[in-house]
């Protein structure tokens, strides 16, 4: 067979050729079906040319072949290598042609017809997801080739089966035309990575039908018509309808929403099969400029999810899918835009299950024309368009009866053109019941919404205000942030200020973080691996792991912060007025599904709790609450109200008392620790004693308190710098790491100027400076002692032209030996100045290692904020002010030059930081940066602590 004969189909702009239409998805019915995931036989050739057809036919001794695990992706299963891009695409430009260099995995499946399979009707070959193209055969019969790697193709093969066994060859090349149009910034990995189905479809079954379920919210009825293309009736149990198909039917009902996912259990009944449906009524409509659900406007609280997992890659089963969702309903999280293809269609049943807003998105991205200014674009060229609406009608036809879905999205970063008009003509056409989104028309010439990606706090509150300008049609829009809050490593910082927009302007109808998990790849060597791990010629490094979770799912500190920020129940007020303000900021739902408690707490500590009456407030609506009186006999020292709102009873996906949201009122001010400088310096045994320090006499650094010796004591103002930090390369003129790195603040250099042992203080006076620079911080520690404890205060003084912010101010020393750590302060977790609304102030208590947050690239991370008072190996530190706490059995340096955390090999020093100030997180590794409030100038500062032996070690 020839090399044209082929692999033609590869460089087709057609969709391929054989498929049956589009049509519905669902889980399952009363007619039979197989499974064919499994154990496949599997080849692997380096080009698209190096194997002819025949392992296809029947009778082929593939005895001495591989195995594969399906779904999955071949390269995930040791053929070949993963390789990842943000953009650009890894092979030539060179639409719609591939390389003959084309990694090619043959699959073969012999299967056998279950005993009860029913020996007449039609049957069903169905792929749920394969990438980027495949080409099918069953028995020796070619049936047909597709593209759309996350979409669902099915094949007519009824009058092909066989009673013994069946041969199924599935041929499968990493790059086709189609690859073209997926360019969707993460890992390309080939496979049959979803389900592969046997369908029987019986005389008489359905083969497609529309759920419409819409709800008047003004006369509170339901309104059902199912459509199908066989007759039949609709039943629904608990609302008494018993209906042909087609027909209209309106009942009292409740309706659905992501907060209250009402779903009535129904059958749909045709001659041949029972398929059960499961309807949740609500109206999408777009209405005085803002996006509605049953008459009321929705606040988008939302995440971007791509699909995966460590070891699985693309190839998702139910319950990681489901722990996705429970997840985000345990985050407060409500809506989801499925970023850049239709997920799994069983993630949609979830969705309507526990309740999320779903921007189903078209398997769409073709952002690596920016390259060549856009230049032979897909999405612009007539000649892709059939492909495109291919896509588009795949996308909306499997997913059109998911109440969970309110948004059609037409893909992503594709440019503009002829292809997405027609694209969202034919949807408009299809199904007036949901709007159409698409981030890159900015002219809102096809879509019903204004949509941008890391628009800055400025810009989105001058949309708000109504003073963006632009297009007449635009102007009269609502506005999402379909991507923002890049949460790419440490943070992203300034959620809260993005929130506290979305709140304030009707028009901002929030937002989507990007994104949901890091990408890491589970590696024996490296923890996780990214981009360039395995040898790729190009690639984006970490840019992959950019998500609110771990990649074996755990909350990163950035999931913790965005679920205060978004919390449906805002808790706020003066401690000391004896009342705390409730509001409801769901919404659709009351507050009935919520309890409410109280604690007061005396330097971090409860002394009394109790429950707090709340009525069950509407959405929006807020009451002053009173508090209980404070509690009798509670010892003095600084106290806080902590009010919680807790689910009242177990829901599917979270149990009774789960945390929903809480408030931490103020009643009193800390106690800031005095010293009376009582204490002379001595000298003696070549060194200088004040009260339990013992420092060098030279150069008057600290070597001891007490009995615990302390090392390297000096001014600090170097942080490995953070994702964020390092910012995206198209910004390249802002991005303070990289100008950190130029001024030199990695590597600072202390010049001694003087030691002073006066009478009741001593004082070392120093310059900490940059090499071939001529700025610096001037800097003078001065200690005095009562005895027992002593104080530090550390003045700064910048001298020079500083035009950047300073990573952080603190000072850094040593300790031989640490792992417990206690703390008065902010926590559980890490924060920084624009990412510490997660942070509440209690009595906390650690491990050394068990303060790090674990990024899959080492940056800056674990500081606790607010830290009153800490103790950790021997010493007990308290500040004036509250500081910033981090320790850790690397340096600050060594942390800066791994690359994975495999490399961070603890030393036999913990490190320790104690700082004055932090420079704003943001999330400028795509985003903006800090806010300017949240930028540590280099400008005079004096901070001080109190240092003692503690006996915790």
């Known amino acids: 067979m020839s090399l044209r004969t082929s692999t033609a189909y590869v460089e087709d702009v057609s969709p391929g050729s054989g498929v049956l239409p589009p049509r519905a998805w669902y889980a399952s019915s009363d007619a039979t079906s197989l499974s064919l995931n499994g154990s496949w036989r599997f080849r692997l050739s380096d080009t698209a040319d190096a194997e002819d057809d025949s392992f296809a036919a029947r009778g082929y001794d593939a005895g001495d072949w591989a195995q594969v695990t399906v779904p999955g992706h071949w390269v995930l299963q040791g053929h070949g290598s993963p390789a990842y891009t943000n953009h650009l695409y890894p092979f030539p430009v060179d639409p719609p042609r591939v390389p003959t260099e084309n990694p090619t995995g043959d699959h073969l499946r012999l299967f056998g017809l279950p005993a009860d399979w029913p020996a007449d009707g039609a049957a069903v070959l169905r792929f749920d997801g394969v990438e980027s193209c495949a080409r099918v055969w069953l028995n020796g019969t070619e049936l047909g080739e597709f593209k759309g790697s996350r979409l669902p193709h099915e094949f007519a093969v009824g009058h092909l089966l066989e009673a013994g066994d069946n041969v199924l060859a599935v041929r499968v090349h990493q790059w086709s035309s189609g690859s073209y149009l997926e360019d969707q910034d993460q890992w390309w990995l080939p496979g049959i990575f979803r389900d592969v189905t046997l369908l029987h479809?019986?005389?008489?079954?359905?083969?497609?039908?529309?759920?419409?379920?819409?709800?008047?919210?003004?006369?509170?009825?339901?309104?059902?018509?199912?459509?199908?293309?066989?007759?039949?009736?609709?039943?629904?149990?608990?609302?008494?309808?018993?209906?042909?198909?087609?027909?209209?039917?309106?009942?009292?009902?409740?309706?659905?929403?992501?907060?209250?996912p009402r779903l009535y259990d129904a059958v749909l009944a045709t001659p041949g099969e029972r398929v059960p449906l499961r309807i949740g009524f609500r109206t999408v409509e777009l209405s005085d400029g803002l996006i509605k659900v049953n008459g009321r406007p929705l606040l988008f609280k939302g995440v971007n999810r791509h699909e995966w997992h460590p070891e699985r890659g693309r190839a998702l089963d139910l319950a990681t899918m489901r722990e996705d969702v429970t997840l985000m309903k345990r985050h407060n999280v409500n809506a989801v835009r499925t970023s850049h293809y239709p997920p799994h269609p069983a993630f949609l049943d979830l969705c309507d299950e526990y309740g999320l807003w779903v921007i189903d998105e078209c398997d769409l991205e073709t952002h690596g024309f920016t390259e060549q200014g856009w230049r032979d674009n897909p999405v612009d060229d007539d000649r892709w368009t059939p492909a495109l609406l291919d896509r588009a009608a795949r996308t909306v036809e499997r997913d059109k009866n998911h109440p969970s879905v309110v948004i059609w999205s037409l893909g992503n970063e594709a440019g503009t053109?002829?292809?997405?008009?027609?694209?969202?003509?034919?949807?408009?056409?299809?199904?007036g019941s949901r709007l159409v989104h698409y981030e890159g028309d900015h002219d809102c010439r096809d879509t019903d919404v204004y949509s941008r990606m890391y628009a800055d706090h400025a810009e989105v509150e001058r949309i708000g205000r109504g003073l963006d300008g632009g297009p007449r049609r635009r102007r009269a829009l609502p506005f999402i942030l379909c991507e923002y809050a890049h949460a790419m490593g440490n943070g992203p910082g300034g959620l809260l200020d993005y929130q506290r927009l979305f709140e304030a302007h009707d028009r901002l109808q929030g937002g989507f973080v990007w994104e949901w998990i890091d990408h890491g790849i589970a590696h024996p060597e490296l923890g996780y691996a990214y981009g360039g791990d395995?040898?790729?010629?190009?690639?984006?490094?970490?840019?992959?792991?950019?998500?609110?979770?771990?990649?074996?799912?755990?909350?990163?500190?950035?999931?913790?912060?965005?679920?205060?920020?978004?919390?449906?129940?805002?808790?706020?007020?003066?401690?000391?007025a004896g009342t705390v303000r409730i509001t409801n900021r769901y919404d659709f739902a009351d507050l009935s599904a919520l309890s409410f408690s109280w604690?007061?707490?005396?330097?971090?500590?409860?002394?009394?709790?109790?429950?707090?009456?709340?009525?069950?407030?509407?959405?929006?609506?807020s009451a002053e609450v009173e508090l209980p009186a404070v509690p009798a006999g509670a010892p003095a020292g600084e106290a806080h109200w902590t009010v919680r709102a807790v689910l009242a009873s177990d829901t599917a996906w979270a149990p009774q008392d789960h945390v929903v949201a809480w408030g931490q009122l103020a009643v009193s001010e800390r106690r800031v620790p005095?010293?009376?400088?009582?204490?002379?310096?001595?000298?003696?045994?070549?060194?200088?004693?004040?009260?339990?320090?013992?420092?060098?006499?030279?150069?008057?650094?600290?070597?001891?308190?007490?009995?615990?010796?302390?090392?390297?004591?000096?001014?600090?103002?170097?942080r490995a710098?953070?994702?964020?930090?390092?910012?995206?390369?198209?910004?390249?003129?802002?991005?303070?790491?990289?100008?950190?790195?130029?001024?030199?603040?990695?590597?600072?250099?202390?010049?001694?100027?003087?030691?002073?042992?006066?009478?009741?203080?001593?004082?070392?006076?120093?310059?900490?400076?940059?090499?071939?620079?001529?700025?610096?911080?001037?800097?003078?520690?001065?200690?005095?002692?009562?005895?027992?404890?002593?104080?530090?205060?550390?003045?700064?003084?910048p001298d020079g032209d500083w035009t950047v912010p300073l990573p952080r101010l603190g000072i850094r020393f040593g300790l031989a030996a640490a792992d417990a750590v206690r703390w008065y302060g902010g926590g559980p977790g890490e924060a920084y100045p624009d990412t510490r609304s997660a942070s509440r102030i209690a009595r906390r208590q650690s491990t050394v290692d068990d303060l790090q947050t674990p990024y899959v690239r080492p940056q800056e991370n674990g500081a606790r904020i607010d830290v009153r008072w800490a103790e950790l190996g021997g010493l007990r530190v308290?500040?004036?002010?509250?500081?910033?706490?981090?320790?850790?059995?690397?340096?600050?340096?060594?942390?800066?030059?791994?690359?994975?955390?495999?490399?961070?090999?603890?030393?036999?020093?913990?490190?320790?930081?104690?700082?004055?100030?932090?420079?704003?997180?943001?999330?400028?590794?795509?985003?903006p940066g800090p806010l300017p409030r949240y930028r540590l100038r280099a400008e005079p500062a004096e901070f001080s602590f109190v240092l003692s032996a503690s006996g915790t070690g």
């Not at 030279?698 to 170097?718: F, H, K, M, N, Y």
């Open 201 to 260: 479809r019986p005389a008489g079954s359905v083969r497609d039908f529309f759920v419409h379920a819409s709800y008047d919210h003004v006369s509170g009825t339901g309104t059902l018509r199912v459509d199908s293309d066989v007759a039949g009736r609709v039943t629904v149990a608990d609302l008494g309808i018993d209906t042909a198909t087609g027909e209209p039917v309106t009942v009292p009902a409740e309706p659905w929403t992501a907060e209250t």
């Open 721 to 797: 710098p953070t994702d964020n930090d390092d910012g995206a390369a198209w910004q390249s003129d802002l991005r303070p790491g990289p100008l950190w790195r130029e001024l030199g603040l990695h590597r600072m250099r202390h010049r001694l100027d003087a030691v002073e042992a006066g009478e009741d203080a001593l004082t070392v006076r120093t310059r900490v400076a940059p090499a071939a620079r001529d700025l610096g911080l001037s800097t003078v520690y001065r200690w005095t002692s009562d005895g027992d404890r002593l104080r530090l205060t550390v003045s700064v003084t």
């Open 417 to 431: 053109g002829r292809g997405l008009t027609a694209m969202a003509e034919w949807i408009h056409g299809r199904d």
């Open 878 to 927: 308290e500040g004036d002010p509250a500081f910033f706490l981090t320790a850790r059995r690397w340096t600050t340096e060594h942390l800066d030059a791994a690359a994975h955390l495999t490399d961070l090999v603890p030393g036999d020093t913990v490190w320790v930081n104690l700082d004055h100030a932090h420079h704003g997180i943001g999330s400028q590794s795509c985003g």
């Open 599 to 621: 604690s007061y707490e005396v330097e971090g500590e409860a002394v009394d709790l109790g429950t707090l009456p709340v009525p069950a407030l509407a959405p929006g609506e």
């Open 674 to 718: 005095h010293v009376a400088a009582t204490a002379r310096p001595a000298h003696g045994n070549g060194g200088i004693s004040l009260g339990p320090g013992v420092f060098d006499a030279r150069t008057g650094a600290l070597r001891a308190i007490g009995e615990v010796p302390v090392t390297g004591l000096r001014l600090d103002v170097w």
């Open 534 to 576: 395995f040898g790729e010629e190009l690639h984006d490094g970490n840019f992959v792991c950019d998500g609110l979770l771990f990649p074996d799912r755990r909350p990163s500190p950035g999931l913790l912060e965005y679920r205060k920020v978004i919390e449906p129940v805002a808790i706020t007020g003066d401690g000391t």
